[in-house]
């Protein structure tokens, strides 16, 4: 199993829609959890931490589930702007802080 | 943010070559940094965790030997591509941490002809 796995997508999406990502995570004593975004040939930009009392900015809401092991990241009332690859990012636990990217879900919305 | 640059952005070079690669943390100190790499349409994977006055920690299969990471100073960690052939061409990134938050470079595309 992979340490942190999400569906790639791509997912097409209307312009206005609600669009809905999840990710799941192996390591039970995992730390941190973001939502980072990537464009094309662009490095990854922090979109979100995720808090296990969930956190929202705006049309973003992302929530941890402890106990099921993934979070959510939720985008509310979609633009053209959001087409993007969202990325998956859990931190280990200890001095050692290694970072797992999940391999990104892949979302296009369209006009 | 905090800022995070790379050098070069983007660079060909021959098969066999070395190519060098900096990342700087520009407005805070970095005891560690990450260098990764994406493949298109691949994930990033991380390399290596370079560690300012010690060796680097390579993940499983990433050859120390090829891939020479030198982190001098709290500022500066290099890595080194060493006798590139074309299956190392790919996307480097590097990123430092603060407080749990990830700062990326802004990433060196490497052409191996």
């Known amino acids: 199993r992979k340490e942190v796995e999400q569906d790639p997508g791509p997912f097409n999406v209307p312009e206005g829609a609600t669009v809905a990502f999840n990710c799941t995570y192996s390591?039970?004593?995992?730390?941190?959890f973001f939502w980072y975004r990537q464009d094309c040939r662009k490095e990854p930009k922090l979109l979100m931490s995720?808090?296990?009392s969930g956190n929202e900015d705006g049309r973003f809401t992302a929530q941890l589930n402890r106990a099921s092991q993934y979070i959510s990241l939720l985008i509310r009332d979609s633009k053209l702007s959001d087409s993007a690859t969202y990325l998956c990012?859990?931190?280990?636990?200890?001095?050692?802080?290694?970072?797992?990217f999940g391999i990104g879900t892949k979302l296009q919305v369209i006009p | 943010g905090a800022v995070v640059s790379q050098h070069p952005s983007r660079v060909i070079c021959k098969s066999g070559t070395s190519v060098k690669i900096e990342c700087r943390s520009l407005?805070?100190?970095?005891?560690?940094m990450f260098w990764y790499r994406q493949f298109p349409k691949q994930s990033l994977m991380l390399m290596a965790t370079?560690?300012?006055?010690?060796?680097?920690?390579?993940e499983q299969g990433v050859e120390k030997d090829k891939f020479l990471i030198n982190h001098a100073s709290l500022t500066l960690s290099t890595l080194t591509v060493t006798s590139a052939h074309p299956e190392d061409s790919s996307f480097y990134i590097c990123?430092?941490?603060?407080?749990?938050?990830?700062?990326f470079g802004p990433g060196t595309r490497l052409t191996v002809l």
């Open positions: 990012v859990v931190t280990g636990s200890g001095g050692y802080q290694k970072v797992t």
């Open positions: 995720v808090y296990s």
């Open positions: 390591n039970s004593a995992s730390q941190s």
């Open positions: 407005d805070f100190q970095a005891t560690t």
């Open positions: 370079s560690n300012e006055g010690s060796k680097a920690t390579y």
């Open positions: 990123s430092a941490g603060i407080y749990n938050e990830q700062f």
